[in-house]
């Protein structure tokens, strides 16, 4: 009764085109965005904060990188970690060779570089479509991890290319408790997510979707396919690449070009399917439910084997229970792709249209 | 001169073993058009289950193959009924990601029966080069290689017999060919689906043994299939002998590359030579060698 946009009548253009055309999301989004500034650093403890909120919101951030290639412009990738860890790279080598540079310029640039790689390994989509241009970005994949370790300049001659990120600085303040890199990533994520969503909204994405839902009548209807191809996967990676940097300097700290695998590229794409292909609020949905569901399968596992020590004296082994989360995991995914192939934004949408009605039946 | 040889054969006869891997996503590919990213984790599994049969229950090779086998055809037919018919209809991203889920699947289950410790396994031919190749040609050709090789020949001609001489073979192709056109027939789609599985199942167990033999038994099975996906781009992901052709290219360049280029830029590139060599090929032909060209209409 509450969830009803009866009585608001929009009278300007721009009033009908706003994200959050009706009232009462408008409140909600402003108190969900109060709340995570506001009252979350200063109630969530240090777990919570850099175990669970940072690695989230970063995830997030890099979902919406790949959701912008995949899920709006169709052009399937497994490059994602690669284009992660050029950004982690770039911002190192930035901070660590060019001193003083501001630490949102780093992020900045380091998002720059990951675009510019991008954009590169991008070139192929003009040519092939499909299985085998995701195929195709699995060399992006291979060859920048071993780029990374190969050229030992890239990590300032460390063993094995394990870099440490330096500590973050703004306006003259240094940003090393979970709380500071909390709200520093959230401000970040914060702004781009809402970039990204505008300029979905923009004539630019709408050529995306447009080369997405068929690139010959794409092209015929003249959108230049070239420019649009390459352009999805610069701001795809441009998003990955500052999601990169943050890993490395807001969530881990330390981090080697061999973090960031196939299997992180895999870990970000189920979060695109997971959340919804083509949707920004999907992307957060989706990284949280995949950053949430170890930790709580962990959770349960640790219960049930209290459970069992408690009655039976008896607990499952190590390698039962490690072993049991992959087949959980790789379970629920198809148990996810079955029941609900759009993901979870499709499931809060069809929740907010039963809202509307709500209580009455129709 | 000799020793270029060597380096050839050497990379044309492990390309033989990256297409017997290639062969089981081609077969799954061409009948239903699913990517099946999880055939890496079948090949790991059916390694697994043979050399655990072998070795915890002490079964005979003779019975240990059979059993190993039926495991294989039931895990096919249980993909079938309860991962592709709930998807029925879907896109094939979401085909591509079912099997992504099932390959962490069949990975956790296949390391809680067989244990995650890795095992040798031994097929009887040992890893030793020809001596009378080697005396005569002053080439070292492994027995392994070519046994390797024979195994996957008399594979692909029993399934290219398979599909052109058989009744099911031929409601393969139609499948393949038109789901709509064959179901309208009257050919039973998800009987024919759970064959193909069940023979990509058959193919992954060959593959297995021969990879595990090489390599041991172990998780790292599973990247077995990232070597295959190079092997399909280039030769067309609805070709088998695409799977053949390309295997021998990606095996001998990778191996030539190795030896020749590798030393020059530091090593190590072999992870990902094979991709920018389908890469290159691709350029050319976007649908790979022997892949179908499709044409774009508005």
């Known amino acids: 009764m509450l969830y009803r946009e009866a009585g608001q009548f929009k009278a300007t253009y721009a009033a009908d085109q706003q994200i959050f055309p009706i009232r009462q999301d408008r409140i909600v989004m402003i108190a969900l965005v109060v709340f995570m500034f506001a009252v979350v650093p200063a109630v969530a403890d240090q777990y919570w904060l850099s175990a669970v909120l940072i690695p989230v919101l970063i995830f997030a951030l890099a979902t919406i990188g790949l959701n912008i290639l995949t ?207 083509g949707s920004i609020l999907g992307s957060f949905l989706g990284a949280a439910f995949i950053v949430l569901v170890p930790i709580g399968l962990n959770v349960s ?39 609900e192939p759009h993901g979870l934004a499709r499931l809060w949408q069809i929740g907010k249209e039963k809202l509307r009605l709500w209580p009455f039946p129709h | 001169m000799s020793f270029f040889f060597e380096v050839l054969v050497a990379g044309l006869l492990s390309g033989v073993m990256y297409a017997l891997v290639a062969l089981g996503f081609v077969l799954i590919f061409k009948a239903s058009g699913v990517f099946n990213f999880a055939q890496g984790a079948m090949v790991f599994f059916a390694a697994a289950t043979f050399a655990g049969l072998q070795q915890e229950h002490h079964l005979s ?89 024979f195994v996957s020949g008399i594979l692909v001609v029993l399934l290219a017999l398979f599909f052109q001489r058989t009744r099911i073979g031929r409601a393969l192709r139609a499948v393949a060919d038109d789901h709509q056109a064959a179901l309208s027939v009257g050919i039973p789609l998800q009987y024919i689906w759970a064959i193909v599985w069940a023979v990509a199942g058959f193919v992954a167990l060959v593959a297995g043994m021969l990879w595990g033999a090489r390599n041991g038994v172990g998780f790292s099975l599973t990247f077995t299939a990232l070597k295959a996906l190079p092997v399909l781009i280039l030769g067309g992901f609805e070709s088998i002998p695409g799977a053949i052709v390309g295997g021998l290219i990606i095996g001998a360049s990778e191996k030539v590359a190795e030896v020749y280029l590798g030393p020059h830029v530091g090593g190590g590139i072999e992870g990902w030579f094979a991709y920018v060599i389908a890469l290159a090929f691709l350029l050319v032909r976007p649908e790979g060698l022997f892949g179908e060209k499709h044409i774009d209409r508005v």
């Not at chain 1, 084997?305 to 082994?317: A, E, F, K, R, T």
């Not at chain 2, 086998?69 to 079938?80: R, T």
Request: proline letters at 4%.
């Open chain 2, 61 to 149: 090779v003779w019975l240990a193959l059979p059993l190993a086998l039926v495991a294989m055809v039931v895990l096919g037919l249980v993909i079938e009924r309860v991962v592709l018919r709930p998807l029925v209809n879907q896109p094939q991203i979401t085909l591509f990601m079912a099997t992504i889920g099932l390959a962490f699947f069949i990975e956790g289950m296949s390391q809680m029966f067989w244990g995650s410790t890795p095992r040798g396994l031994s097929i009887g031919i040992e890893d030793q080069p020809f001596q009378w190749v080697s005396d005569r040609l002053n080439i070292n050709i492994s027995q392994f290689d070519v046994f390797a090789a």
């Open chain 1, 301 to 339: 596992t640790q219960w049930l084997n209290g459970v069992l020590q408690s009655m039976l004296h008896w607990s499952l082994p190590g390698s039962l229970t490690s072993n049991l989360e992959l087949m959980v995991f790789g379970g629920l995914i198809i148990f996810f792709l079955a029941v």
């Open chain 1, 71 to 277: 899920g709006y412009a169709g052009q399937l990738s497994l490059g994602t970690a690669a284009f992660m860890a050029v950004g982690a790279f770039a911002a190192y080598n930035l901070d660590l060779r060019v001193p003083g540079i501001p630490l949102p310029v780093v992020l900045a640039l380091a998002g720059v570089f990951a675009a510019g790689v991008g954009a590169v390994f991008g070139l192929p989509s003009l040519r092939i479509k499909g299985f085998y241009l995701a195929v195709a970005t699995l060399a992006a994949q291979f060859f920048i991890v071993w780029a990374l370790v190969k050229f030992s300049w890239f990590s300032n001659d460390s063993s094995s290319g394990v870099i440490t990120a330096q500590k973050m600085h703004l306006f003259g303040k240094v940003l090393d408790t979970p709380a500071q890199k909390y709200l520093i990533t959230l401000a970040v994520v914060v702004l781009l997510a809402l970039a990204a969503k505008n300029l979905m909204r923009s004539s630019t994405g709408r050529a995306f979707m447009a080369v997405r839902d068929m690139d010959v009548a794409a092209a015929v209807i003249g959108i230049p396919l070239m420019r649009t191809k390459l352009l999805a996967f610069a701001i795809s990676s441009f998003y990955c690449g500052v999601a990169g940097a943050l890993y490395a300097y807001a969530y881990l700290g330390t981090v080697e070009p061999e973090g960031f695998t196939l299997d992180l590229s895999f870990r970000i794409l189920f979060m695109v399917i997971i959340g919804g292909m």
